[in-house]
């Protein structure tokens, strides 16, 4: 079975702490904009790195590709204002 937007979702929600969590996706293909503080002082690549850590082995078996945008939560509010 193919995992939907809202199983990714809770695959990111169960092992990081997130302010704003949304996800699309048709099945394989996923898009996430994902605001955590666990991204404070962290470049890009070390943010996916932290996604993919909540993830686990379902990055390999079950998502086939994941797209994302990661923002501290000072990044969302300024982006939101802006």
Known sequence: MLPTPET??????DNLECEVLHVVGDG??????IVSPAFEG???IARHQ???AALGD???AEIHALSMRTLTPAEYQAESNG
Do not use: G
């Open 8 to 13: 990714v979702r809770q695959y990111i929600a």
């Open 28 to 33: 394989s293909h996923f898009e996430a904009l």
């Open 42 to 44: 962290k470049r890009p």
């Open 50 to 52: 932290i996604v993919y």
């Open 58 to 60: 379902r990055m390999k």
